[in-house]
């Protein structure tokens, strides 16, 4: 019998709002494991990850936000994204996702292109001149060469948060209204909101 998901409550009396940011990502490992950082100590968000186990197709990243929302709603101030690879993916599929995001004020879409690897490229480096999903892992891997995506070792991208989001930044100039057609990433959009709940 599959394990139901606990819901994420938010203790009553609290003096500050806790943020809810529910993200559906198209991995089930890595980012999941990212995006946990800013789960840590006395935060005034809280992130929950919706993760598929090999269910990664654009479509069905967006149902499973789709389901959680039907289920579970938003409240004021909370926030829903889909986190999703370029990669082989059409630009029929992604418009889709994006589609959806301009539907409501509170969701969002981040796409790296190639990939997800590409924005934890950026917390080591500007990423100039990646030809590939093969490129960016193997320039990760320079900078971590113990690199697994089963077991991130997330205290060694904390240092790099504020000058990926910067790289990032400068590298979506002019900002995209979508996605990134070559390399790229709109993923920092995401991680700037949740940057700032840790300060």
Known sequence: MPRRRRPFRRPLGERRYRTLFVIATEGARTE???FDI???G????HVECL???HESAPSQVLKRMRKYLKEEGLRTGDEAWLVVDKDQWS???LDELYQWSKTHDDYGLAVSNPKFEYWLLL???DGNDVSSSRDCSDRLSRHLPD???GRLAVAKFIPGITSAIERARRKDTPACEDWPRTSGTTVYRLVE???AGRA
């Open 32 to 34: 999941p494991q990212y």
């Open 193 to 195: 909101k949740l940057n």
């Open 91 to 93: 630009d029929v599929q």
């Open 38 to 40: 800013f789960n840590t």
């Open 147 to 149: 690199y697994d995506k």
């Open 51 to 53: 993760r598929g186990r």
């Open 123 to 125: 917390h080591f480096e």
């Open 42 to 45: 006395d935060m005034v968000i």
